[in-house]
């Protein structure tokens, strides 16, 4: 279930997904029952909304809805076909017309033998302009199409279109024996002002053994509960003792940057240089207020910040570095046009 946040659209509506599983009594496979969706008023009452229908068949997965701002149409992550472990997207503008399922995610040849995709529940950060999808990865014994556990890793996608993978464990399984020992489905998420809450459904045993576990009366699942730092899917530590970073080329459009870092016992400077690594006057490390603590935004300061709006006014290329001491930094916040190369043309989205 998510509000639906396509501002032409009716304040305070929420949207939800439906895709029936229905087996023929003969027992000769499934019978085709169509996906759709459902809208209500005050999400306890639901209807289904005429002619929205995603998919013609059972979609056997986390079938995720959003709205794309960026796109300005709604988009759900899916799987094709029941049985087809990869990971799908449908797209429509007004809900009832909807695209062809076209593939977003597919397994690589670095991913371990017989890793397969279950699904990947989608949500965009408005904060962050950011999509971040809980990626579900099957882990499958060879030769063995419903065997080994199910681990979620991040992905990510600047426009709800190309999606990147992290190859990186969101929520690492548990004991043996423990809920989240046999899998773990990254499920939701949800932006606060500070921090930003998931839930996992963990899940005691590995796919194959679901209905062992059902039959035995025995609890299979819970849904657990965890915090994220604002902005904090990814960081870089400073590594023995100091580190720096340097950005590609960017153009400034405003004389305000701010960064999101966690420096308990050291600091971190900033300075920009040309594009040939030069430090500009005014805005070297020296010139740095050094920032020291646990900061989601805190602002980079040089001096009486003369030099740096001159250099901004100036719509010069230039490359931010950033030098860490103990520290380990989450983003740098700012409004600029990015390039690898500042004789490309310039690029002001991703």
């Given at each position: 279930m998510v509000r639906d946040t396509n501002p032409d659209t009716q304040e305070?509506?929420?949207?939800?997904?439906?895709?029936p599983i229905?087996?023929?009594?003969?027992?000769?496979g499934l019978v085709e029952v169509p996906s759709v969706l459902l809208d209500s008023a005050d999400g306890r009452t639901w209807n289904v909304i005429p002619g929205a229908e995603f998919l013609p068949h059972h979609s056997d997965t986390c079938n995720c809805l959003v709205y794309n701002p960026i796109k300005n149409r709604y988009q759900i992550t899916i799987r094709r076909r029941w049985g087809e472990r990869r990971v799908f997207q449908v797209e429509s503008a007004d809900l009832t017309e909807w695209t062809a399922p076209h593939p977003v995610l597919h397994p690589s040849p670095i991913d371990p033998p017989s890793t397969h995709f279950y699904g990947m529940p989608q949500f965009y950060m408005p904060?962050?302009?950011l999509f971040v999808g809980f990626l579900w990865l099957q882990h499958m014994p060879y030769n063995d199409i419903m065997g080994g556990p199910v681990t979620t890793e991040y992905a990510y996608s600047y426009d709800g279109d190309l999606w990147n993978r992290t190859h990186t464990v969101a929520m690492p399984r548990r004991e043996p024996g423990c809920f989240g020992a046999g899998s773990m489905y990254g499920t939701a998420m949800?932006?606060?002002?500070?921090?930003?809450?998931?839930?996992?459904?963990?899940?005691?045993?590995?796919?194959?053994?679901?209905?062992?576990?059902?039959?035995?009366?025995?609890?299979?699942?819970?849904?657990l509960s965890g915090t994220l730092r604002k902005h904090g899917f990814v960081g870089l530590v400073s590594d023995r003792g100091r580190g720096e970073i340097t950005t590609e080329c960017l153009r400034l459009d405003r004389p305000e940057i701010t960064i999101n870092v966690n420096a308990p016992l050291g600091g971190v400077r900033v300075q920009l240089c040309d594009t040939g690594y030069r430090p500009l006057p005014g805005c070297t490390y020296a010139d740095c207020r050094e920032i020291q603590g646990d900061h989601l935004s805190a602002d980079v300061v040089w001096g009486d910040g003369v030099a740096f709006r001159e250099?901004?006014?100036g719509s010069q290329w230039l490359r931010i570095q950033v030098e860490l001491e103990h520290a380990e930094i989450f983003s740098i916040d700012t409004e600029c046009a990015v390039?690898?190369?500042?004789?490309?043309?310039v690029r002001r989205d991703l």
């Open positions: 305070g509506r929420y949207l939800t997904t439906n895709s229905l087996r023929d009594p003969t027992g000769s904060s962050a302009g949800v932006e606060r002002e500070a921090d930003t809450i998931v839930y996992a459904v963990a899940r005691v045993e590995e796919h194959h053994a679901i209905p062992r576990i059902i039959e035995s009366g025995k609890q299979s699942a819970v849904l250099i901004v006014a390039a690898i190369n500042p004789k490309a043309p």
